[in-house]
């Protein structure tokens, strides 16, 4: 078992055999996957991992050496942190920290629990609108909420991306259907 004391927090993508992004897990996964010779490393960490036997690299990314079929997820699951991640913890009225979800058309008049009729608010604008819609306030949202889109979003979630990742992750893939 290797002595790995990687950077808090840190974790490591995985790629399939086919240089599809599939999950992100610890650094510590990641170098026994390589060390199991179940995976090959493509893009080093900062840092060095010893093991009794062994010294690599901090693995960033690493690819399996066996094809994995996956189930394909195409929607991203609705939760709070991932409303808050979409919308960039902002109130989506008034731009201020965001605290709380707001259902745009208000869920007591029949709005759905659903990306398109979230977005994250801030306390008093959650309040102050109550049970109105922005409409009858007077009030705009910059644009329609909608439901994240992309490999990188399927993968991330809510994480933020290492800036070592971003040749595997393309942010600006289309939407697949
Ligand atoms: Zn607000």
């Known amino acids: 078992m290797p002595d790995i004391r990687p950077t808090v927090g840190s974790g490591a ?8 992004p599939l999950c992100v897990v610890s650094v510590r996964r990641a170098a026994i996957l390589v060390l199991s010779a179940k995976a090959v490393c493509v893009a080093d960490g900062e840092g060095i991992l010893h093991s009794a036997r062994n010294a690599l690299p901090v693995p960033s990314v690493v690819r399996l050496t066996r094809f994995v079929r996956v189930p394909y997820r195409t929607h991203v699951g609705l939760s709070r942190r ?54 009858e306030l ?31 992750l393309d942010l600006r893939e289309p939407e697949a259907a």
Request: some cysteine; proline content about 10%.
């Open 82 to 135: 991932a409303i808050f991640a979409r919308d960039g913890w902002r109130c989506a009225y008034c731009r201020g920290p965001a605290e709380t979800i707001d259902h745009v058309f208000p869920r007591s008049r029949g709005g759905r629990h659903a990306w398109e009729n979230v977005v994250a608010a801030c306390a008093r604008c959650n309040h102050t609108k109550g049970d109105k819609t922005p409409a």
């Open 138 to 168: 007077g009030w705009r949202l910059p644009a329609p909420p909608t439901a994240p889109k992309g490999i990188a979003w399927r993968v991330l979630g809510h994480r933020a991306p290492d800036p070592r990742w971003a040749d595997w």
């Open 13 to 20: 993508l995985v790629l399939n055999a086919t240089y599809e």
